[in-house]
């Protein structure tokens, strides 16, 4: 046998019977604070209950946005749409992208004007 096989053997052996794998412990040391911080407050968001606000006819909701999107104002829209145990979805907020002609586009997402609750602008939300 070579040094090289011995020293293959070794570390075979080390390996095999006595290296122990400290798992998580290992790894709670990479966890930087700002991501710790924001794993946080993403469970925060994602566990909040929309508040209901007042609902709106859909002719006065599209008031709003139209004259939110000339003024460029941002807006808070809420949709009648519910989560799994039954609470609305976040709220959208931003500034209006563009119209079609069955919904309306905030900061790129898509709502349809049939699950339209409300909307307010944003200096008027609370």
Do not use: C
């Not at 090289?4 to 790894?27: A, L, P, V």
Request: charged share 25%.
């Amino acid at each position: 046998m070579t040094d090289n096989d011995d020293f293959t053997t070794i570390i075979n052996r080390y390996f095999q019977n006595d290296y122990r794998e400290r798992g998580k412990i290992k790894w709670n040391g990479y966890f930087l604070s700002d991501h710790t911080s924001s794993l946080t407050k993403e469970g925060i968001q994602r566990n909040a209950i929309t508040k209901k606000l007042p609902a709106i006819s859909l002719n006065d909701a599209q008031d709003i946005l139209r004259h939110a999107s000339a003024n460029y104002h941002a807006v808070t829209v809420q949709q009648n749409i519910k989560d799994n145990e039954g609470n609305l979805i976040p709220n959208v907020t931003g500034l209006i992208n563009g119209f079609s002609e069955l919904g309306v586009y905030i900061d790129h997402q898509f709502i349809a004007f049939e699950d339209i609750r409300t909307v307010v602008r944003k200096n008027e939300s609370n």
